[in-house]
């Protein structure tokens, strides 16, 4: 019983850092993953303005809104899982 205990603790401690490791390389991407969407709105913007400017119909992205809905609720629900954790340790 006390042999698995220790066995139990080891690997524990050995999964710890992995674990950090894990979550800040996760972060990592969340953050690349965010500022891309971003930048493809801004993107997507600019081209609507210059379209307008030029009396052209507006380019719509339907896979980009598709994208947004679809990951963006996933990325909002690890953002706050990280502040929890941050908050609650």
Aim: aromatic share 14%; hydrophobic share 35%; glycine share 2%.
């Amino acid at each position: 019983m006390a042999r698995q205990h220790c066995t139990s603790q080891a690997t524990a401690r050995l999964s710890l850092p992995d674990y950090f490791f894990l979550n800040k390389q996760i972060n990592k991407l969340s953050h690349f993953f965010s500022a891309r969407l971003e930048a493809a709105a801004e993107k997507i913007e600019q081209f609507n303005l210059e379209e307008e400017a030029y009396g052209w119909d507006t380019s719509q992205y339907p896979l980009r809104k598709t994208l947004v809905n679809t990951v963006g609720p996933y990325l909002r629900l690890y953002e706050l899982t990280v502040d929890f954790n941050s908050k609650h340790k």
